[in-house]
């Protein structure tokens, strides 16, 4: 599968909401970054340090369990691949359970793909964004 190809499938896989077949699409160790700056802050449930397959089904487990169903979007306006690396680029909406709030931020997705598996995933937002939507009024 193409660099393209396996980007094309996890994003197919984010939007079916399956985490254990999104998971299948990495390898077994991730060099995997969601928060910036690198310390987990503990407001977002799903920001947090993670390594490997089995934390990448957890992240979308716990971003699932986190927001309200069916109130989720995203919006991908590029895909750009070079060699092993691909960046995907789009904004994302959520509503947090917890608060009601709803939460779009722009994102750009860096991910890297050996032998057909994503091996790195490091995703650049607005965290900050993201954290305030869980704070209580």
């Not at 499938?9 to 079916?16: A, F, K, N, S």
């Not at 699409?25 to 340090?49: F, K, M, N």
């Not at 390594?51 to 109130?71: F, I, W």
Request: proline share 4%.
């Amino acid at each position: 599968m193409t660099i393209r190809a396996t980007v094309e499938e996890l994003l197919r896989r984010i939007g079916e909401g399956d985490p254990d077949k999104i998971a299948e699409l990495y390898a077994e160790r991730v060099d995997w970054q969601v928060d910036w700056p690198a310390v987990p802050s503990g407001t977002v449930p799903w920001i947090r340090p993670r390594s490997t397959r089995a934390d990448v089904a957890d992240h979308h487990r716990t971003l699932s369990a986190h927001c309200v169903p069916g109130q989720g979007s995203a919006t991908v306006t590029a895909v750009l691949t070079e060699g092993a690396d691909a960046v995907v680029m789009g904004e994302t909406s959520q509503t947090v359970k917890s608060t009601g709030k709803r939460f779009t931020i722009r994102f750009a997705l860096h991910l890297t793909v050996d032998d057909g598996l994503i091996t790195r995933h490091h995703v650049y937002e607005d965290s900050l964004g993201v954290a305030e939507a869980f704070a209580d009024s």
